[in-house]
Nanobody
Framework: QVQLVESGGGLVQAGGSLRLSCAAS????????VGWFRQAPGKEREFVAA????????RYADSVKGRFTIFRDNAKNTASLQMNSLKPEDTAVYYC????????????????????WGQGTQVTVSS
């Protein structure tokens, strides 16, 4: 098992930036593909970004492509989401998730494939 704790959320004006962090503990973090998801009030949880076990491949939702960057540091057991040019529609609770996988280079975008989730961190973007 792996335990995930997100941090870095907050209130920011439109056009601003935030960096979310996901700290992992438990099993070897490099054995897990990682994803970020978000859930806005009244909406379903949706995919934001994903990164492969060794960080060579990434995938982004169209809505955040070019603005968000996912990266990880397996030596520090962390994954991060750099969010730039934030928009009010980015307002949501953001979740980090991990999926144990034999593939070192594959990415996982379907939330149903993820086994472990953090508690979430609130991001609010004001207009």
């Amino acid at each position: 098992q792996v335990q995930l704790v997100e941090s870095g959320g907050g209130l920011v004006q439109a056009g601003g930036s935030l960096r979310l962090s996901c700290a992992a503990s438990g099993n070897t973090f490099s054995n897990y593909a990682v994803g970020w998801f978000r859930q806005a009030p009244g909406k379903e949880r949706e995919f934001v970004a994903a990164i492969s076990r060794i960080g060579v491949n990434t995938r982004y939702a169209d809505s955040v492509k070019g603005r968000f960057t996912i990266f990880r540091d397996n030596a520090k057991n962390t994954a991060s989401l750099q969010m730039n040019s934030l928009k009010p529609e980015d307002t949501a609770v953001y979740y980090c998730a991990a999926h144990p996988w034999s593939s070192k280079v594959g990415v996982v975008t379907d939330l149903s494939d993820y086994d472990y989730w953090g508690q979430g961190t609130q991001v609010t973007v004001s207009s």
